[in-house]
């Protein structure tokens, strides 16, 4: 299971946390404001009240060992400057970080944030599904939760055909199309390299495959990243 800390918890935040919660992951909800830590408290693993730049405090929660922490600070750019530095120094494998204007992203990108969050742009149920599913690219949503996906083959898959993977049966989602980014061979067509294929069951997966692939979102953010 995935273990992530929210930061923050007003409107964007508090989303965020809840989606992570419905996807399945271990979420630990963190602000300084009792009413917004009492509010989350029931919908996720742990919610608590704590200063997010006392790194010994954060420290208590284990958050130095999360998977991914995001600052979802929006309200106050100094603490959350402040929370990023202390993140980033604590090392923290994934940190995002909220960010009201493009001058204020480039600041965090500098002091160490590895993904800006803007969410005047992104609602907090795409960022849910984007830090629960890093092995899906570009993804379109067709229903709510039911979604076609792009996704890069990973070294499991390679050299194995369609019938030997089955991904319907394994991992419930269908594909559809398999685009090859890199020509096979010396002798290759390089005006096909990019060609869209029809997979059949005896279709070759080969490293640098693109699969797009239909299926629940549930279901898209199980496949292996690796």
């Known amino acids: ?26 979420v630990i909800a963190i602000d ?14 742990v919610a608590v009240r704590l200063d997010s730049t006392d790194e010994h405090a954060l ?31 604590m090392g ?3 940190l995002c970080a909220r960010a009201e204007q493009e001058t204020h992203g480039r600041i965090l990108k500098r002091i160490g944030a590895d993904e800006v969050i803007f969410p005047e742009d992104e609602s907090a149920q795409r960022w849910s599904f984007r830090l ?6 570009e993804k379109i949503e067709f229903a709510p939760g039911f979604s076609l996906g792009q996704y890069t083959a990973p070294a499991s898959f390679h050299g194995k055909t369609l019938l030997d993977l089955q ?20 002798e290759a067509d390089k005006d096909k390299k990019h060609m869209l294929k029809i997979p059949q ?26």
């Open 1 to 26: 299971m995935q273990k992530f800390a929210v930061i923050g918890l007003g409107r964007f935040g508090s989303q965020l946390a809840r989606a992570l919660t419905r996807a399945g992951a271990e």
């Open 32 to 45: 300084k404001d009792p009413r917004l830590v009492d509010l989350l408290s029931s919908d996720v693993d």
């Open 132 to 137: 629960m599913a890093p092995q899906i690219g």
């Open 59 to 89: 420290r208590e929660q284990g958050i130095d060992k999360v998977d991914v922490a995001v600052v979802g600070i929006g309200n106050d750019f100094e603490a959350n400057v402040l929370t990023t530095v202390t993140l980033k120094s």
């Open 92 to 94: 923290v494998k994934h």
């Open 167 to 186: 991904l319907r049966k394994k991992y419930r989602v269908n594909l559809i199309g398999v685009r090859s980014l890199a020509a096979k061979g010396p």
């Open 201 to 226: 069951p005896d279709t070759v997966i080969q490293e640098g495959d693109i699969l797009w692939l239909v299926g629940r979102d549930d279901d898209l953010t199980q496949l292996p990243v690796e």
